[in-house]
């Protein structure tokens, strides 16, 4: 069985904002993960995917993550048997590795990290396996930020935990957006809603609805054909998310990926 981008995606495009959250939604098996895959280079792609002007859609893996895309997997990739502080040293890219190529060098950015999340300093020496679901998520975001990325991707980073550790991861990701832009894989809409300003609906492989995340959850005949959510679901009014860009300032990504 052959099983690549190429197969699964039928046309997916989307922007993502330079400020905050930009929201990927879909129904399970949309395509959602394939996608951000594709923009990894996890599997084969075609089409163009720019981040901040840098074309990436011929590029391999590590490249990708060189000109400053940190990802956190749908399974979150922590290593459980090494200690919170190993688990970030082994996200730490070699100073200087992003010059050239487009990504910014420098130093690991632990102060970022320390800063934004004080536990993981706190908890450095513990084995990551005995961490809370949204601590984990803390690590997984954590590694993220700890080499200066232009862009973070976090694929369902709420899968499979209780509603006060959705809660808390929430707050970790708020945190991050406030340092660099996310696109955020996400099912639970009440978290969405709060965080992403903008948001792309894939549907069968492809793009089905791009626009403002609060009028997409307004609208119910909409909500219900493109994420299959009812009525009763409380999406509707609350809180618009703190960092909406106001501007129309450039995305950070553009992808446009082709069949
Ligand atoms: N390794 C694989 N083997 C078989 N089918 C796959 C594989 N990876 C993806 N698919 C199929 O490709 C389609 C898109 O899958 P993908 O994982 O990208 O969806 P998703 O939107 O991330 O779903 P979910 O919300 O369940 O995470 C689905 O129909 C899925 O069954
Ligand atoms: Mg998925």
């Given at each position: ?230 009525s009763r679901h409380p999406l509707a009014g609350g809180p618009r998310p703190a960092a909406a860009p106001a501007s129309p300032a450039a995305p950070v ?7």
């Open positions: 069985m052959v099983i690549d981008g190429l197969h699964i995606l039928h046309g997916v495009d989307f922007d993502v904002a330079p400020v905050g959250v930009t929201a990927l939604l879909g129904r399970n098996g949309a395509g959602k993960t394939t996608t951000v895959k594709a923009v990894m280079g996890l599997v084969p792609r075609t089409g163009s995917i720019r981040l901040s002007g840098s074309e990436l859609s011929s590029l391999p893996t590590h490249l990708v993550v060189r000109h400053g895309i940190g990802y956190a997997p749908e399974d979150r990739g922590i290593f459980a048997g090494l200690t919170v502080a190993e688990n970030l040293r082994l996200a730490e890219r070699a100073a200087g590795s992003g010059s050239g190529s487009g990504g910014e060098a420098g130093e690991p950015n632990y102060a970022l990290v320390h800063e934004l999340f004080p536990e993981l300093k706190q908890r450095a020496g513990q084995l990551a396996g005995t961490l809370s679901g949204g601590q984990q998520q803390m690590v997984a975001i954590g590694r993220t930020l700890l080499n200066r990325n232009r862009l973070i991707i976090a694929d369902e980073p709420t899968k499979g935990l209780a509603p006060k550790i959705v809660a808390e991861v929430a707050e970790v990701l708020a945190r991050a957006a406030e340092a660099v832009p996310v696109l955020l894989v996400e099912q639970n809409l009440a978290l969405v809603r709060r965080l992403a300003g903008t948001c792309a609906v894939l549907a069968d492989g492809r793009t089905a609805h791009r626009g403002d995340t609060a009028e997409l959850l307004a609208d119910e005949e909409a909500a219900r054909r493109l994420l299959g959510v009812g990504v553009t992808a446009e990926v082709k069949p």
